[in-house]
Structure formats: structure tokens, C-alpha cells
């Protein structure tokens, strides 16, 4: 996957987004759990995310470094200036919880900037973080933890 080049006039939400980005990409969620992800849980450990999945799974993700970083960045730099009114980690322009439909346009514009070939969502960033484990030796079956799924089968299509 490939990182995210910002312009240098880039507003909060283009800096949030890019967090987003590198949320969905460094962890391999889902767009759902990383729009449920909450602040105090990052910054209790911001270098894993505790993930409440699918099926009522709970499982903790490492943060790669640069994920963490860029997330602590949004932190720091971002997330006040878009007046959160929520406990979410990301949040929308007004402050409240993030949208899907809004992650999704987030990140189709995040790829559009990079010159991506094709069309991306949340889930192609998701497959290829899979897959990024699976070129890197990972075991099917911690990559199958790291991504929730319920059945190894559902990870052994990547």
C-alpha cells in the first residue's frame, strides 16, 4: 500500500481523512470498526487498537509505527479543530461520528490524489494489508485474528 502525499495547503478534513487512510490501510479493519474506534482507547495504547468486530469478537490489531504516528499526529494537531462533539477517534467536519458513505468518499479521494489505477474503497486497503502479511511469511491463522474473520476459510481467499 502506498502512502498518501498531502498538498501543502491540505484543511483538517484532508488531514483527518489521510488518518483515516492510514487507519484502514496500517490495521487492516474494517471502515465500520475504524469509524467505531474510540479516542480513549488509542490513547490508552496507541500502538494497537482494541476492535469490537463483527459477532461481538473483540480483538487487539498492533499499530505499525507510521500508523501510530500519523494517527497521533491527527490527534494532536487536527482532531480539536474539527470540534469533536463524540468520543470516536474519527470524526466528521461537524464533530460527530464519521458516516461510512463519508469514510468511503474519503478514501476513494485519497486514491484519486495518488493516482490509483481503479476504483478503491475501504475494503481494497483491507485486502491488501491481508495480503501484504500473507507475502511477508504470517501465518494464515494470525492473519485470520488480525483480520476478525469468524472462519478460516473467509481468509484464505487472499
Known amino acids: ?5 498531502l498538498p501543502a495547503d491540505a484543511t483538517p478534513s484532508h488531514l483527518r481523512d489521510a488518518a483515516l487512510v492510514e487507519l484502514l490501510a ?3 479493519v474494517r ?6 474506534v474510540r479516542l480513549a482507547d488509542f490513547l490508552a495504547a496507541p500502538h494497537e487498537l482494541r476492535i469490537d468486530g463483527k459477532g461481538e469478537r473483540t480483538r487487539i ?8 504516528a500519523v494517527l497521533t499526529s491527527y490527534v494532536e494537531t487536527v482532531r480539536e479543530r474539527l470540534k469533536p462533539t463524540c ?16 469514510a468511503y468518499r ?9 493516482g490509483a489505477s ?6 481494497r486497503l483491507r485486502h491488501a494489508y491481508a495480503v501484504s502479511l500473507l507475502e511477508r511469511k504470517a501465518d494464515l491463522r494470525a ?9 478460516l476459510s473467509t481468509t484464505q481467499v487472499y
Request: hydrophobic fraction near 45%; glycine fraction near 12%; avoid cysteine.
Open 26 to 28: 496500517g490495521a487492516g
Open 118 to 123: 481503479g476504483p478503491v474503497g475501504p475494503h
Open 1 to 5: 500500500v502506498e502512502r498518501m502525499t
Open 106 to 114: 474519503a478514501v476513494r479521494a485519497a486514491a484519486a490524489r495518488a
Open 143 to 151: 492473519v485470520q485474528e488480525l483480520l476478525g474473520h469468524a472462519s
Open 61 to 68: 490489531v498492533p499499530l505499525p509505527a507510521v500508523t501510530s
Open 31 to 36: 471502515v465500520t470498526e475504524a469509524l467505531e
Open 87 to 102: 468520543d470516536r477517534l474519527i470524526v466528521g467536519d461537524r464533530g460527530g461520528p464519521m458516516r461510512r458513505e463519508v
